[in-house]
């Protein structure tokens, strides 16, 4: 069972950015499929960006050009770069894992964004 736990989210004016992080344990990192989700109240969880073992990185239409994944295998971690934010942004962020042989999946506890008018 891989153990996720995500920091650096926060209230931030739009245009503004934030960096999220998520650190994980429990599996090698590098055999994780790496992705960040969202989930505003009242909608469904959503894919927000999704990076693999390879390093190929997907995005949601509404944050290209403004998001950046990454991973760091060294440290075990990905990131969330977020660059002019929108209040539209703001939600629970969720860090997820899945392992690219096993399919076993795991979520973190999520973190807010909140991003002001």
């Known amino acids: 069972q891989v153990h996720l736990v995500e920091s650096g989210g926060g209230l931030v004016q739009a245009g503004g950015s934030l960096r999220l992080s998520c650190v994980a344990s429990g599996s090698i990192f590098s055999r994780l499929v790496m992705a960040w989700y969202h989930q505003a109240p009242g909608k469904q969880r959503e894919l927000v960006a999704s990076v693999t073992t390879g390093g190929t990185t997907n995005y949601a239409e509404s944050v290209k050009g403004r998001f950046t994944v990454s991973r760091d295998n060294a440290k075990n971690t990905v990131y969330l770069q977020m660059n002019s934010l929108k209040p539209e942004d703001t939600a629970v962020y969720y860090c997820?894992?899945?392992?690219?042989?096993?399919?076993?999946?795991?979520w973190g506890q999520g973190t807010q964004v909140t991003v002001s008018s």
């Open positions: 997820y894992a899945r392992h690219e042989l096993f399919g076993s999946a795991s």
